[in-house]
């Protein structure tokens, strides 16, 4: 088996390469992982067909994101189309449907939809350094801070 940390080339997948703070930059970051909603959506997609399941869901967000291209509605849209072109469902006029609830949602809306559903994000971790407690600083804390700011909502996590 392979694991995605023997890949290398992303700041979450190689701990030789330091996950650096927010820089508001429009660049695709050094924490994009290769391939990683393909390779999930791959998965799924054949798990799916096995069971028989009608769709795939998956968090994606193309708003208040870091930039990752497969994030994006045109990414998800291609691989659609690929599983209606490459499994014996999609060829017999069955395909699955891949379903993206957050993907146009800002931050703030998911927070407020999480906090109506009564979610745990007192359990929830977005930093991509991984430690024991958020450190405040990456791309995906301040993303995350951010959309707790803009939806008036206290971050129930603490941060370094």
């Known amino acids: 088996m392979v694991k995605i940390d023997s890949f290398g080339g992303s700041a979450l997948t190689d701990r030789s390469i ?33 069971v028989n399941a009608q769709a795939i869901f998956i968090g994606v967000n193309a708003l208040d994101y ?4 497969d994030c994006r509605p045109e990414f998800i849209s291609s691989f659609q ?16 449907e891949i379903i993206t ?3 146009t949602l800002s931050k703030a809306e998911i927070i407020q939809l999480a906090c109506k559903h009564n979610a745990p994000l007192h359990l929830t971790l977005s930093c991509y350094k991984g430690g024991e407690k958020a450190c405040g600083t990456c791309d995906s804390c301040m993303l995350r801070k951010k ?14």
């Open 18 to 50: 330091e996950v650096p703070d927010y820089n508001g930059s429009n660049k695709i970051p050094i924490t994009y992982v290769p391939s990683r909603n393909l390779i999930f959506l791959s998965y799924a997609g054949g798990f799916a067909e096995i």
């Open 66 to 69: 870091s930039g990752y291209p």
């Open 81 to 96: 189309e690929t599983l209606r072109l490459g499994t014996k469902r999609g060829v017999e006029g069955n395909s699955l």
């Open 101 to 103: 609830p957050l993907i």
């Open 147 to 160: 959309g707790f700011r803009e939806a008036g909502i206290p971050d129930p996590i603490e941060y370094i």
